[in-house]
């Protein structure tokens, strides 16, 4: 084999050599057994490095993560953005109490759970269509309110595409001594080229390499900034919450993304989105939202429901989108597209708006957060999951206020709680999610998952 440190390059030359597996994984990538996919399917073995203490060739790819996005330095995963933000909630509660944005994805919410963790709610702002920026002067009352809070969480871009001015919040908290980690999931493509936003300022920021760049699902990298982050308890456990079995498939696959993100990919990519951008204003009972990230086509569907929009596409155009919900849709752009791509996709929303005879818009859905303000302890939650329960049908939630959830409530995608074990069912709680069934979206329920009925705490246990 040759010397290069690239770990996809080396794998491909060794896999393709006379070595005789005898060790892990049991298919021994013979190709009868498995899809082309796993050729290069091998465990730790001698010369290929170990996730969990890297120093040769997987250390390769985090310094290379962090080189990319200029940090100091970098953790990759193959257990996704999830993974990564678990480890970083049970890393910071060690510290004291956490300010989380309610729009937090739901792993966010299962670190505090599983931490036993205190933390407190702040909400993002909110216009006709959604929410999603934090506020800097926001977050500033509330770290000033509580000097208790050591650390921050918050989610930008948002499912939207909505960014915060990480910027001034990081300012902020570096001005109070308090850590700021930024889910950045679907910003993976930020500062690599000057058409999409820079990437995030904070002291930790963690990306999906998978959901706009190339690497296989369930890849991200953690980059850490600065030397205020606890490294080494993240590191922990990130290693307790990853498998001990880390797939190289995937990590060959980070290796080939960054590779792909420093070439031409990414210019190509942001040509076609621009172009197709410039298209689409002239749709006239449909709309394209002006998101803070132009790789997020959010189309405001018009007189469609986004459930139509979205049937519409799939049944007549073969197009799937990322989401849809009552009054609009998600399309998400990746480096994988093209001119040719995005002008398919460019063209039907066209012909569809050329349908269309009323321009009115739907009526949007409001958002129902948990409470602002409110401070959530992990053993609360968890003291609410094992409690007695009793099942009630979801569209009498309104019958139910005062009570306590026993579980999770959210949509999914894009996995923002609605209620969480333990909240107190207020009726303007109840009224926002009554509204929410009634636009037809789908919420999810956890642990059973049925999505009709409600766990709530029983009260004459």
Known sequence: MNNTSNLHDVLEQYCESDYLAMHMPGHKRNLDLIDNAFKNDITEIDGFDNLKNPDGLIRNIAQDAARLWSADDALISVNGSTGLLLATVMALSSLGKILIASNCHISVWHGIEMAGAEASLINPESDIHFTGRINPATLKVKLDEDPSIKSVIITSPTYEGMVSDTDSIYKITKERGVILAVDEAHGAHFGL??????????????????????????????????????????????????????????????????????????????????????????????????????????????????????????HDYHIEVEASFPSYIIAMTGIGDTSESLTRFVSALLEIDASLTNADTTNIAGTAFVNEGKVINGKTITAALTANHDEVPLSDIKKHVGRTSAEYLFAYPPGIPLLIPGDIITSEVAQDITSLLHSGLHLTNEPHGTGNELFLVDTNA
């Open 193 to 314: 080229t000057p058409y999409f936003p820079a990437s995030a300022t904070a002291d930790i920021v963690i990306k999906s390499i998978h959901k706009t760049l190339s690497a296989p699902t369930q890849t991200a990298v953690m980059l850490f900034y600065g030397n205020s982050a606890p490294i080494k308890l993240v590191t922990h456990y990130k290693n307790s919450i990853e498998s001990s079995s880390p797939s190289y498939v995937l990590m060959s696959g980070i290796d080939m993304a960054l590779t792909c993100a420093k070439g031409d990919h990414m210019a190509k990519w942001a040509s076609a989105a621009a172009t197709a951008r410039e298209e689409l204003q002239v749709l006239r009972h449909m709309s394209l939202y002006g998101s803070d990230d132009p790789s997020k086509f959010v189309i405001i569907s018009g007189s469609l429901s986004g459930y139509d929009l979205a049937d519409k596409l799939r």
